[in-house]
């Protein structure tokens, strides 16, 4: 079974910037869009970011010109980097495909934006 494993997280000052990471257990990538999820306390889980097997990406409104999306086939992994960031930006980020399995949801990483 392919587990993806998100990394990445953090504390960071409003402004700042994280990379986060997902690695799959084998390559998924190549045939599947991907995307990049969060959850919020008391919120529902919404999709943030989706790259698709031709590289082309799409963004939710409130993080386009500040999220960045890629992924690198050979290392078997997912990338978003996540600039400017906001207190509402603070959530679990999880990795998923396009659309999302549930076997393949991980634990998440924590992003915690504040001052």
């Known amino acids: 079974q392919v587990q993806l494993v998100e990394s990445g997280g953090g504390l960071v000052q409003p402004g700042g910037s994280l990379r986060l990471s997902c690695a799959a257990s084998?390559?998924?990538?190549?045939?599947?869009?991907m995307g990049w999820y969060r959850q919020a306390p008391g919120k529902q889980r919404e999709q943030v970011a989706i790259?698709?097997?031709?590289?082309?990406?799409e963004y939710l409104d409130s993080v386009k010109g500040r999220f960045v999306i890629s992924r690198d086939n050979a290392k078997n992994t997912v990338n978003l980097q996540m600039n400017s960031l906001k207190p509402d930006d603070t959530a679990v980020y999880y990795c998923?495909?396009?659309?999302?399995?549930?076997?393949?949801w991980g634990q998440g990483t924590q992003v915690t934006v504040s001052s």
């Open positions: 084998r390559n998924i990538f190549k045939i599947n869009a």
């Open positions: 998923n495909t396009v659309p999302a399995l549930e076997m393949y």
């Open positions: 790259i698709a097997t031709d590289g082309g990406t």
